[in-house]
């Protein structure tokens, strides 16, 4: 791939900087430009395109180097940014960083150790670019580059949205939490011919009662107390893209019957108004909890579930694709090394097998939470088992029970198994069924006489 060009801005209000930056980096950029103001930089900055700045912390216009670093990050959040300053403190550094400098370099400068920052800062520019190639080129083949995952569950979840991506069938998603629904419902999006369009999501389970049928539909100026404007809603935001309802079990009945009449006729009023408006938005919901048993005691409609379940996937949790968690961990440990600037990092295999065998209740979102924190707190190259985070380290201790024979051995590893079947199905006896390879008959056989009733 033919590197893209690199561009440097160098904003400072001594001319002397200016011009010793100016003639050290020239080697190291495609083209340069110098500013002494902060207005002068960002009228530079409106008329090309700068992959680096680097800037005085304190320029005599009234505006600090990190408010122009703000100011540039909003016209291109892509631009790294090198704060330079005479008064280094470490309170200006942590500023500095935490507004999302890429680094920071005391003055007097050492033009050697600017050029090695310049030509990391390059480096960093070139990555992205190319990893943002290589997404777009996924995307166009069908592929899923934000789901990671090459075990046969995983590859199994891919091939149902290539499936029905481009299709006008309302998809329910049901998982556990952290398990990545919304990234699926994306997925379903980006591949879709509405591509182009608006995708919302809403967390349903977020919402008070009082506020849902707001959000889901607006509202006109004065309908309530507070609504100072007219608000357009979910609906009407997605308008012919894709709304993604999270945690749709978790509506009330009231709601139900909101959401299922504009399911059917496509129609709807803004809260406290009297014009007709129509959604062309395509619905996909997710949950994580048993449809079928909230259908059972009665508190989600059985008609809005046909309505929503049309096309059903089922994302499987972590503990059921162990196979998955090394790449996970990879993919994780490049992503947060590279948002915290950080080396890229190297897990020992005792770590790496420690966190394959954990149980991860909260799923990948677990993970990646736990991977960020490794990333963050340890300050050496490699990750030793002692780094993982004190959780996984606890493994309570239980003690070895022999059975007195080998078929109490066999029938209780087989009533553990339909145990583990049922949980991961959501008691859907059906499909615990399929995936075991029985019957329906035989399961129900199995859990009367394992008690698993």
């Given at each position: 791939m033919i590197a893209p060009p690199f561009g440097v801005l160098v904003v400072d209000d001594e001319p002397n900087i200016r011009s010793g930056l100016a003639k050290g980096l020239a080697a190291d950029a495609?083209?340069?430009?110098?500013?002494g103001t902060a207005d002068e930089a960002l009228a530079l900055f409106q008329q090309r395109t700068y992959q680096l700045a680097i800037i005085d912390v304190r320029l005599n216009c009234g505006t600090t180097g990190i408010e122009l670093m703000k100011q540039l990050h909003q016209l291109r959040p892509q631009t790294s940014v090198i704060v330079i300053t005479a008064h280094g403190t470490v309170q200006t550094a942590v500023d500095a960083m935490r507004a999302g400098a890429f680094d920071f370099?005391?003055?007097?400068?050492?033009?050697?150790?600017?050029?090695?920052?310049?030509?990391?800062?390059?480096?960093?520019?070139?990555?992205?670019?190319?990893?943002?190639?290589?997404?777009?080129?996924?995307?166009?083949?069908?592929?899923?580059?934000?789901?990671?995952?090459?075990?046969?569950?995983?590859?199994?979840?891919?091939?149902?949205?290539?499936?029905?991506?481009?299709?006008?069938?309302?998809?329910?998603?049901?998982?556990?939490?952290?398990?990545?629904?919304?990234?699926?419902?994306?997925?379903?999006?980006?591949?879709s011919d509405r591509s182009s369009a608006p995708f919302v999501a809403v967390n349903l389970g977020a919402l008070p009662e009082t506020l849902l049928e707001s959000e889901l539909f607006g509202h006109e100026k004065g309908a309530f107390s507070g609504a100072s404007r007219q608000k357009p809603g979910c609906f009407e935001q997605a308008a012919s893209g894709t709304l993604f309802l999270d945690e749709v079990t978790e509506m009330s009945a009231k709601s139900q019957i909101d959401l299922l009449r504009v399911l059917e006729t496509r129609n709807f009023t803004r809260v406290g108004g009297e014009q007709l408006l129509h959604s062309e938005a395509r619905v996909i919901s997710a949950t994580n909890r048993s449809v079928t048993e909230l259908i059972k005691d009665g508190s989600f409609r059985e008609d809005l579930y046909y309505r929503l379940n049309i096309i059903p996937i089922e994302v499987p949790p972590l503990r059921s694709r162990r196979e998955d968690i090394p790449l996970l961990v990879?993919?994780?440990?490049?992503?947060?090394?590279?948002?915290?600037?950080?080396?890229?990092?190297?897990?020992?295999?005792?770590?790496?097998?420690?966190?394959?065998?954990?149980?991860?209740?909260?799923?990948?979102?677990?993970?990646?939470?736990?991977?960020?924190?490794?990333?963050?707190?340890?300050?050496?190259?490699?990750?030793?088992?002692?780094?993982?985070?004190?959780?996984?380290?606890?493994?309570?201790?239980?003690?070895?029970?022999?059975?007195?024979?080998?078929?109490?051995?066999?029938?209780?590893?087989?009533?553990?198994?339909?145990?583990?079947?049922?949980?991961a199905c959501g008691l859907h006896r059906e499909k615990t069924a399929q995936t075991l390879g029985i019957s329906v008959r035989t399961l129900h056989y199995k859990m009367g006489r394992y008690g698993l009733h």
């Open positions: 495609d083209h340069l430009s110098t500013a370099v005391l003055k007097p400068l050492d033009l050697n150790l600017v050029r090695q920052q310049t030509r990391r800062a390059r480096e960093h520019d070139a990555l992205r670019v190319e990893n943002q190639l290589l997404r777009s080129r996924l995307v166009g083949s069908g592929e899923m580059p934000q789901i990671v995952g090459n075990g046969a569950a995983m590859q199994s979840v891919f091939q149902q949205i290539r499936q029905v991506a481009d299709t006008e069938a309302t998809v329910m998603i049901h998982g556990e939490s952290g398990t990545g629904k919304e990234l699926i419902a994306r997925a379903l999006h980006d591949l990879d993919h994780f440990l490049e992503t947060f090394c590279e948002r915290h600037h950080r080396t890229i990092k190297r897990m020992v295999p005792e770590a790496m097998d420690m966190l394959t065998a954990a149980t991860w209740p909260g799923n990948v979102r677990q993970l990646r939470n736990a991977i960020e924190r490794i990333v963050v707190t340890n300050v050496g190259d490699v990750i030793e088992k002692c780094d993982l985070p004190t959780e996984l380290m606890k493994t309570p201790s239980v003690p070895i029970v022999l059975p007195n024979s080998l078929s109490e051995a066999v029938e209780g590893c087989e009533r553990d198994t339909i145990k583990l079947a049922l949980q």
